[in-house]
Structures are given as structure tokens and as C-alpha cells.
């Protein structure tokens, strides 16, 4: 699923190449995934597209109110008055993908909702398993719809950061995939920062030092912010709004490795689930938590240490 640097990389495409835009017509499929399609359909046409932002694992499409239709091919009047207390939200959940498109391109395959634009543009959102969401918010009810999610970990202050993972006795790795506390941190990029800070995933948030801490907030922006330099990490259906994947995948230090000598120290790296997920950590470099218990032990056989395929630092 999409997190942070995925969503960012998607959000800045957009931005360069249909912000400004207004929306002429809008055309749905399936629905299951929107949660109210009428809203959509009688809302958004006329409206402009002002910008596009992430927000989380979300993408913020803020749309604009404007005195008259634009001219076909004419962008949005930079000088209409401007309303920014409406967006389209969007989550591409598992295989989302939002891109425009020229209108002579067929439809692809699940193709659920197409936004003719006043360039002749289409953005079209594609979505085959519709584990995404779309909502069109305003007034109050985006606001409180924002409100739900925590900080945003390339932002968050150090005190914050501090303060919202010390006060939980949660495990360290639920706090960070937890929505309320950080927003758009997912299962990559929390292995990977907890790897980097040396932080077994199942400690509890309340027993880690200051130091540590903070040590875990710098490396959690570091690799976000590598990752996003890198257009996000593509594991399987991940492409950016040219169809472009991803590189960050060929710079995870721990993600996905199991069995693989971890680039650190050479132990192997093992995975458990934490919190419901699974979680890759270095059992040498990432010690586990007085009183935790440990399953059995499964003799592993030792592989030849894995070449570094870049420095640098999900």
C-alpha cells in the first residue's frame, strides 16, 4: 500500500501537470469505494483544481469556487475568488492510481472515475481491487476528517515526536503505523527507520530513552525523505502519475529481507508480527525488550552477505 513517499511523489506529479485546471464533467463507475458519489457528481463539475497536497497516506485535491466556466484549453483564473475550504480526498489503498490522460487513450481496465478537464485532459482514476477511497469534503466535515490523524513525521516537532510516542505503552511499532499518532507512516518505512535507530519494533513506546527517541524521529525523516528523492519504493503496483516506478525498493536496509545478512553486522535478519503486521528486524543490531518472549529459535542456515546496493538511507 502506498505510504508516505509513494503518496508524495504522486501528489507533486499532479501538481506540476493538472493544478489549475477546472473540471468540466465528471463520470463514474463502480462507487463501492466513494463515499458519496451523488456529492461528487453534482459538486465537483465547474469547480477548479487549486492544488493538490498529500496529507498522510492522503492526497488533498483542493478545489475552488470561480465567477464563470474557464474557455476550453484556458486554464483557471488565477485571480477568481477562491474558496479553500473544499477538497476531493483521495487514498489509492492498494492499486489506486490517479492520472490524467489524453481523451483519444482507451480506458483502461478498472477505470472507475474520469474528470474531463477544460484542457481536453482526463484524469482518470484506476483502481482494480477499490481498496482506495474518495470523498468530496467541505466546511466543518473536512475539517474534522483532517483532524483524526496525527502528526506529520517530516514536520513534527522533536518535543512532539517525544512526547506522542513516550506516552503510550503501546509497542513501537504500532505507534508508528498508528494514523492518530503519526500520519502516513506504513510497514516499510517503520522497519526500515526502527533498523536505523537500532529499536527492536516490539518495545514499548514508553520505556525508550529521550536519546533513542529522537534518534528514531531523525532517521524516520531521513528515509522518508531519501524515499521520496526516489519516487517512493515500488513492491509490486506502485508507478507514479507518469507510470514511472519507483527506486527506494533497492535501497531497503531490512524490508522484505528475512534470512538475509543485515547489512550492518551480518546477522541474519528475521521477521515477527507486531501489531499485526510483519515486521523485519536485525535480531543482533535491534535487541529485543526485557520480558519480551521469544518463540522458538529455528536454526537458519548462514548465506553469504548480500552486497550493498547504495549508500544511503523508507
Given at each position: 500500500m502506498?505510504?508516505?513517499?509513494?503518496?508524495?511523489?504522486v501528489?507533486?506529479?499532479?501538481?506540476?501537470?493538472?493544478?489549475?485546471r477546472?473540471?468540466?464533467?465528471?463520470?463514474?463507475?463502480?462507487?463501492?469505494?466513494?463515499?458519496?458519489?451523488?456529492?461528487i457528481?453534482?459538486?465537483?463539475p465547474?469547480?477548479?483544481?487549486?492544488?493538490?497536497?498529500?496529507?498522510?497516506?492522503?492526497?488533498?485535491?483542493?478545489?475552488?469556487?470561480?465567477?464563470?466556466?474557464?474557455?476550453?484549453g484556458?486554464?483557471?483564473?488565477?485571480n477568481?475568488?477562491?474558496?479553500?475550504?473544499?477538497?476531493?480526498?483521495?487514498?489509492?489503498?492498494?492499486?489506486?492510481?490517479?492520472?490524467?490522460?489524453?481523451?483519444?487513450q482507451?480506458?483502461?481496465?478498472?477505470?472507475?472515475?474520469?474528470?474531463?478537464?477544460?484542457?481536453?485532459r482526463?484524469?482518470?482514476?484506476?483502481?482494480?481491487?477499490?481498496?482506495?477511497?474518495?470523498?468530496?469534503?467541505?466546511?466543518?466535515?473536512?475539517?474534522?476528517?483532517?483532524?483524526?490523524?496525527?502528526?506529520?513525521?517530516?514536520?513534527?516537532?522533536?518535543?512532539?515526536?517525544?512526547?506522542?510516542?513516550?506516552?503510550?505503552?503501546?509497542?513501537?511499532?504500532?505507534?508508528?503505523?498508528?494514523?492518530?499518532?503519526?500520519?502516513?507512516?506504513?510497514?516499510?518505512?517503520?522497519?526500515?527507520?526502527?533498523?536505523?535507530?537500532?529499536?527492536?519494533?516490539?518495545?514499548?513506546?514508553?520505556?525508550?530513552?529521550?536519546?533513542?527517541v529522537?534518534?528514531l524521529?531523525?532517521?524516520?525523516?531521513?528515509?522518508?525523505?531519501?524515499?521520496?528523492?526516489?519516487?517512493?519504493?515500488?513492491?509490486?503496483?506502485?508507478?507514479?502519475?507518469?507510470?514511472?516506478?519507483?527506486?527506494?525498493?533497492?535501497?531497503?536496509?531490512?524490508?522484505?529481507?528475512?534470512?538475509?545478512?543485515?547489512?550492518?553486522c551480518?546477522?541474519?535478519?528475521?521477521?515477527?508480527?507486531?501489531?499485526?503486521?510483519?515486521?523485519?528486524?536485525c535480531?543482533?543490531?535491534?535487541?529485543?525488550?526485557?520480558?519480551?518472549?521469544?518463540?522458538?529459535?529455528?536454526?537458519?542456515?548462514?548465506?553469504?552477505?548480500d552486497?550493498?546496493?547504495a549508500?544511503?538511507?523508507?
Amino acid at each position: 500500500m502506498p505510504e508516505l513517499p509513494e503518496v508524495e511523489t504522486v501528489a507533486r506529479g499532479l501538481q506540476a501537470s493538472v493544478a489549475g485546471r477546472r473540471i468540466l464533467s465528471v463520470a463514474l463507475g463502480k462507487t463501492d469505494f466513494i463515499d458519496d458519489p451523488v456529492a461528487i457528481e453534482r459538486e465537483l463539475p465547474g469547480r477548479a483544481i487549486t492544488r493538490i497536497e498529500r496529507f498522510g497516506k492522503f492526497m488533498l485535491l483542493k478545489l475552488a469556487k470561480s465567477a464563470a466556466p474557464a474557455e476550453f484549453g484556458s486554464p483557471a483564473d488565477e485571480n477568481a475568488p477562491v474558496e479553500l475550504s473544499e477538497a476531493l480526498l483521495v487514498h489509492l489503498g492498494m492499486t489506486g492510481h490517479l492520472a490524467p490522460h489524453f481523451p483519444e487513450q482507451p480506458l483502461t481496465k478498472h477505470t472507475h472515475v474520469t474528470f474531463r478537464l477544460d484542457d481536453g485532459r482526463e484524469l482518470r482514476y484506476t483502481d482494480a481491487r477499490r481498496f482506495g477511497r474518495m470523498a468530496y469534503l467541505s466546511g466543518a466535515a473536512l475539517t474534522a476528517e483532517l483532524e483524526r490523524f496525527g502528526a506529520d513525521p517530516l514536520h513534527v516537532s522533536p518535543q512532539e515526536f517525544t512526547q506522542r510516542i513516550r506516552a503510550s505503552r503501546s509497542r513501537i511499532k504500532a505507534l508508528l503505523l498508528d494514523q492518530t499518532v503519526l500520519r502516513g507512516v506504513g510497514n516499510i518505512y517503520a522497519d526500515e527507520a526502527l533498523w536505523k535507530a537500532k529499536i527492536h519494533p516490539a518495545a514499548p513506546g514508553n520505556r525508550l530513552s529521550a536519546r533513542h527517541v529522537e534518534k528514531l524521529r531523525q532517521a524516520l525523516k531521513q528515509i522518508l525523505l531519501r524515499a521520496i528523492e526516489l519516487r517512493g519504493s515500488s513492491i509490486s503496483d506502485f508507478v507514479d502519475s507518469n507510470g514511472d516506478s519507483g527506486e527506494y525498493q533497492q535501497h531497503h536496509r531490512v524490508y522484505g529481507r528475512e534470512g538475509k545478512n543485515c547489512y550492518r553486522c551480518g546477522a541474519l535478519i528475521r521477521r515477527v508480527i507486531v501489531a499485526g503486521r510483519s515486521s523485519h528486524f536485525c535480531a543482533r543490531c535491534q535487541r529485543a525488550p526485557r520480558g519480551s518472549r521469544r518463540g522458538p529459535r529455528r536454526p537458519q542456515k548462514k548465506t553469504k552477505p548480500d552486497r550493498a546496493r547504495a549508500t544511503s538511507k523508507r
